[in-house]
């Protein structure tokens, strides 16, 4: 599973087959989530002061294939965009597309089902209602045992934890008598050194990024509205 699968799962209600009320910016976050995946399997990376001349630039280490076209194609797009911000990728990777072919290789795999419909017999619809819920359970066990129980994340929760910090959403997705603590913790998480050391600014750098490019049309859209 990709994180950006996971988070898919998380905050898709998995009756109705379409994001649980509150969830925006859906598609930066998918974004930053292949950013960041990349980024842990080592194929891009962003430079620092110390061996670069300048911070926070993407640079790609590894052009090989990943096996998974979605990361492979993201990985293409950043190819083009060497020497820019992080930030900055965010949003080619992103779009409706992006949600689209994810959704669609989850239901390929039949852990979510394709349904069509439409509204008011006039405009159609997709919904992905889950098929086999297994895999979200699994991500639900694990978001409980770090941000209800207290333990420890590995690399991948914590960017996980970190996006759902950044979506605000992360009260809708951990069931817990104690929202208040919980969103603390996922607070401390999403702010913490929980990569290794080995590719802890460039997934520190890439979180900001995403985080800046989901708040800032947050603003937008309320100021607005």
Do not use: C
Request: proline share 4%; aromatic share 2%; glycine share 10%.
């Amino acid at each position: 599973m990709l994180i950006a699968e996971d988070l898919l799962l998380l905050v898709f209600d998995d009756v109705e087959g379409k994001p649980v009320p509150g969830v925006q910016n859906v598609e930066y976050s998918l974004a930053g989530a292949l950013l960041i995946e990349l980024a842990m399997l080592g194929r891009v990376d962003v430079t620092t002061e110390a061996d670069e001349g300048t911070a926070g630039r993407l640079v790609v280490r590894d052009e090989s294939p990943t096996g998974r076209d979605v990361l492979d194609d993201a990985l293409a797009k950043l190819s083009t965009m060497e020497g820019r911000k992080a930030k900055d990728a965010i949003g080619p990777l992103s779009g409706k597309g992006l949600s689209d072919r994810l959704l669609a290789g989850l239901a390929d795999r039949g852990i979510l089902r394709r349904e069509e419909g439409r509204i008011l017999k006039l405009f159609p619809v997709t919904r992905w209602p889950a098929e086999d819920s297994r895999a979200e359970e699994r991500t639900r066990a694990e978001l409980d045992r770090v941000l209800v129980h207290g333990e420890d994340p590995g690399e991948r929760t914590g960017a996980l934890i970190a996006l759902l910090t950044g979506m605000g959403v992360v009260k809708r997705v951990v069931e817990s008598d104690d929202a208040q603590l919980v969103e603390r913790r996922a607070k401390e998480i999403a702010e913490g050194n929980w990569a290794g050391e080995a590719m802890r600014k460039a997934v520190e750098e890439m979180t900001a990024a995403v985080m800046v490019a989901v708040f800032v049309p947050t603003i937008v859209t309320t100021a607005t509205t």
